[in-house]
Nanobody, 125 residues
């Protein structure tokens, strides 16, 4: 069992930055590939970024490339998502998820093994 807890959400103006953290705990938490998803009102939950357990390779959705950076502190079992140049369309609840595979190859919601409860990010003037 893996427990995930997100933190770092809040209200920010367009162009601003936020750093989200996902703390993973539980048996072998550090062995899981970790992904960030987001869900805006009225939309499906969708993957934003991922960092693989095996080799640290990363994935970014096209909409956040060049603005978001995912990183992993394996010793601390934490994954951060640095979000820069935020836009109103980035407003959503952000969730971290863990999957017991080595790579970020399948980012469907149904493929994830564990989920956090989410943290709200609001980008507004």
């Amino acid at each position: 069992q893996v427990q995930l807890e997100e933190s770092g959400g809040g209200l920010v103006q367009p162009g601003g930055s936020l750093r989200l953290s996902c703390a993973a705990s539980g048996v072998q938490a550090r062995l899981y590939t970790i992904a960030w998803f987001r869900q805006a009102p009225g939309t499906e939950r969708a993957p934003v970024s991922c960092v693989s357990y095996r080799d640290g390779r990363t994935y970014y959705h096209d909409s956040v490339k060049g603005r978001f950076t995912i990183s992993r502190n394996r010793a601390a079992s934490t994954v951060t998502l640095q979000m820069n140049n935020l836009r109103p369309e980035d407003t959503a609840v952000y969730y971290c998820a863990a999957v017991g595979v080595h790579y970020c190859t399948d980012l469907r919601q149904a493929a994830m093994d564990f989920w956090g409860k989410g943290t709200l990010v609001t980008v507004s003037a």
